[in-house]
Antibody, heavy 121, light 112 residues
Framework: EVQLVESGGGLVQPGRSLRLSCAASGFTFDDYAMHWVRQAPGKGLEWVSGISWNSGSIGYADSVKGRFTISRDNAKNSLYLQMNSLRAEDTALYYC??????????????WGQGTMVTVSS | DIVMTQTPLSLSVTPGQPASISCKSSQSLLHSDGKTYLYWYLQKPGQPPQLLIYEVSNRFSGVPDRFSGSGSGTDFTLKISRVEAEDVGVYYCMQSIQLPPTFGPGTKVDIK
C-alpha cells in the first residue's frame, strides 16, 4: 500500500524550531519529487516547499524562505522539514505529498494525513 | 506568483443534479512542452486532498467518470454530471507550470 506518514508536529513557542518527518512506503521513493503543503485551520492549501528526487532542485514559498529547510534521505525513504524561527502564522496542518515526476513540479498524487504544528506562547 | 481564482466559492447541489466549478489563472498554464499544468483536487471533510483530474481533463486512477475537466490557457472548468453524497467537500484547482505551485481558494460543495 502506498503510504505517507508525517510526524514531528506539536505545540511550540514563537521563535523556536521544529523538525517534521514523512515516512514513505509502497513506492520507489527516490523516483519522485516530494513536497510539503500546509493548511491553516479553516483555510485553504498553501505549498510550502518541494525537493526533486536527488535533492538537486529545491523550492520554497516566500513565506518560509530562509527559515525552513527541506531535505530527504532516499536510503531511509524519508522526507524532512526543518522549521526555524517559527511564527504564529506558521500554525497549520502540514501535509507531505508525493509528486508524479522526479523533478519539480507536477501533480501531487499521494498525500499523508498531516501533522499539526501550533505556534503559540 | 500565478493567482488562481475559483467561482463559486460555495455550491449546494441536489443529489443527481450536475455541478460546475470555474477556475481561472492569472497566466496561461500551457507550457512549451505541450502540457497544461492544471489540476483538480477534492478535500473531503477531515481528510487530506485527493487528486481528481490532472492536466486539465485526465481523471486520476479510481476517479468516477461523472467527474470531467475541460478548458485551456487560463480558463478551466470541473463538472460533476450527477452529484452524489460522497462528493461533498472542498474542490481546489492548482497550477504547477511554475514555482510556487498555487491553489485556488477552494469551492465548498454540499448537498441540499
Amino acid at each position: 500500500e502506498v503510504q505517507l506518514v508525517e510526524s514531528g508536529g506539536g505545540l511550540v513557542q514563537p521563535g523556536r524550531s521544529l523538525r517534521l518527518s514523512c515516512a514513505a512506503s509502497g513506492f520507489t521513493f527516490d523516483d519522485y519529487a516530494m513536497h510539503w503543503v500546509r493548511q491553516a485551520p479553516g483555510k485553504g492549501l498553501e505549498w510550502v516547499s518541494g525537493i526533486s528526487w536527488n535533492s538537486g532542485s529545491i523550492g520554497y514559498a516566500d513565506s518560509v524562505k530562509g527559515r525552513f529547510t527541506i531535505s530527504r534521505d532516499n536510503a531511509k525513504n524519508s522526507l524532512y522539514l526543518q522549521m526555524n524561527s517559527l511564527r504564529a502564522e506558521d500554525t497549520a496542518l502540514y501535509y507531505c505529498a508525493k509528486d508524479t515526476v522526479t523533478i519539480l513540479c507536477d501533480a501531487f498524487d499521494i498525500w499523508g494525513q498531516g501533522t499539526m504544528v501550533t505556534v503559540s506562547s | 506568483d500565478i493567482v488562481m481564482t475559483q467561482t463559486p466559492l460555495s455550491l449546494s447541489v441536489t443529489p443527481g443534479q450536475p455541478a460546475s466549478i470555474s477556475c481561472k489563472s492569472s497566466q496561461s498554464l500551457l507550457h512549451s512542452d505541450g502540457k497544461t499544468y492544471l489540476y483538480w483536487y477534492l478535500q473531503k471533510p477531515g481528510q487530506p486532498p485527493q487528486l481528481l483530474i490532472y492536466e486539465v481533463s485526465n481523471r486520476f486512477s479510481g476517479v468516477p467518470d461523472r467527474f470531467s475537466g475541460s478548458g485551456s490557457g487560463t480558463d478551466f472548468t470541473l463538472k460533476i454530471s450527477r452529484v452524489e453524497a460522497e462528493d461533498v467537500g472542498v474542490y481546489y484547482c492548482m497550477q504547477s507550470i511554475q514555482l510556487p505551485p498555487t491553489f485556488g481558494p477552494g469551492t465548498k460543495v454540499d448537498i441540499k
